[in-house]
């Protein structure tokens, strides 16, 4: 036991909790939008959000890249800064896929009616984009930025 015994470890059990509370009852940001059927979209502002997270993932990969053989306490605190907010964003973009756009606005087509081929095209987009970003999370190469962008441009051609 410290020098302050039984209460002194008290306290410090006590912060430990109470921070990890507020960390974990931090409500969530959801950029997608509501899942109720309100009618009010902006497909071309997720998109645009969706290059924002992706010039951040390149922006911090670049970091990474140049934090990478420093030995030195800040830069591998800076560098672990920047994987965690690379893994933010690729997230953010998986998220936006996933529950806003393929939920809400990728309309199932039966197959072998009008319109089927495209929305295999429009799924397949779709998919591309949450892999990329998936990608972007098990590596620093700043080509899987670039495909990530590329992903995304071809999911905007569909709004």
């Given at each position: ?5 039984i209460l002194g ?40 959000h969706?290059?924002e ?31 965690s907010t ?15 756009f ?45 495909a ?12």
């Open positions: 036991m410290s020098k302050f015994g470890f008290s306290l410090v059990a006590c912060t430990i909790l109470v921070t990890a509370g507020v960390f974990l009852s931090r409500p969530s940001v959801a950029l997608a939008h509501c899942e109720v059927p309100c009618g009010i979209y902006d497909d071309a502002a997720r998109v645009k969706m290059k997270d992706a010039a951040t993932i390149a922006k911090a990969m670049t970091n990474i890249n140049q934090l990478a053989g420093q030995h030195a306490a800040q830069a591998f605190n800076q560098a672990s800064r920047w994987v690379k893994e933010t964003h690729a997230t953010n973009i998986i998220e936006t896929v996933s529950q806003y393929l939920t809400q606005k990728v309309k199932v087509v039966a197959r072998g009616a009008d319109g089927y081929d495209g929305y295999l095209a429009k799924l397949a987009d779709h998919h591309a984009v949450m892999v990329a970003a998936m990608k972007t999370k098990q590596s620093v190469d700043p080509s899987a930025a670039t990530l962008n590329k992903a995304i441009d071809r999911l905007g051609s569909h709004y």
